[in-house]
């Protein structure tokens, strides 16, 4: 697998209903973060995980990163129809000028 | 909240013309950044600018890209002789010293060659 890959591909849930999207990566990074990017629009941070984090919260997202297994999760909860977009993991990468690696995505719909 | 601007939005040019996509990153950040989304596809690292130089780039930018902050402001990246394959959406960026906060992406800029 590549670099910062995301699953599932796509995920399809109701309103109010959790929406939990997964990253591996295979290098040791800085850190790891999470972009959304709507249809034909910009990349949005949402959060950024420190690699000697293992939790971090923002409003209704949780990150979790297990540099052991290489791997993150994103949890969006109570999720709402304007949470429909792509989720992207980006992985900054040890010595590597701020180079970001990101995945292939995750698109997410939440029906109302 | 501080942007950073993008312009052109959109840009249509011929092959084999040279094109200059703009940027204005955010005024405190240190580093910035070009990358590359074809439709469709992931987001792909150009170049990373730090003290008025490159300081990492992909395979991707060859010779015919360049970089350059001409001034204390904007941050440009030029494509000397478009390819057909060069179609894409160019996100510039920009971050912090220590990239504490992420990054701060601007809304990109559709690059389409006929």
């Known amino acids: 697998s590549q670099q910062g890959e995301e699953d599932p591909q796509a995920l399809s849930i109701q309103e109010g209903e959790n929406a939990t999207m997964n990253c591996s990566y295979k290098?040791?990074?800085?850190?790891l973060q999470w972009y959304r990017q709507n249809s034909g629009r910009g990349l949005v941070h949402l959060i950024l995980?420190?690699?000697?984090?293992r939790e971090k919260h923002s409003g209704r997202l949780r990150v979790t990163l297990d540099t052991s297994k290489k791997s993150s999760s994103l949890l969006i909860t109570a999720s709402r129809a304007a949470d429909t977009a792509s989720y992207f993991c980006?992985?900054?990468?040890?010595?590597?000028?701020?180079?970001?690696?990101f995945g292939q995505g995750t698109e997410l719909s939440v029906k109302p | 909240e501080p942007e950073v601007t993008q312009t052109p939005s959109h840009q249509v040019t011929q092959m084999g013309q040279e094109v200059i996509l703009r940027c204005v990153p955010i005024?405190?950040?240190?580093?910035f950044y070009w990358y590359r989304q074809i439709l469709g596809q992931k987001v792909e690292f150009l170049v990373s600018?730090?003290?008025?130089?490159?300081?990492?780039k992909s395979e991707i930018f060859d010779d015919q890209f360049s970089v350059e902050r001409p001034d204390g402001s904007n941050f440009t990246l030029k494509i000397r002789s478009t390819k057909l394959e060069d179609s894409a959406m160019y996100f510039c960026?920009?971050?912090?010293?220590?990239?504490?906060?992420?990054?701060?992406f601007g809304s990109g800029t559709r690059l389409t060659v006929v």
């Open positions: 005024s405190n950040h240190l580093y």
């Open positions: 960026a920009s971050s912090d010293w220590d990239r504490h906060y992420g990054y701060t």
């Open positions: 995980i420190r690699s000697n984090e």
């Open positions: 600018f730090y003290n008025n130089e490159i300081s990492e």
């Open positions: 290098t040791s990074i800085n850190n």
């Open positions: 980006a992985t900054d990468v040890n010595n590597q000028g701020g180079k970001l690696i």
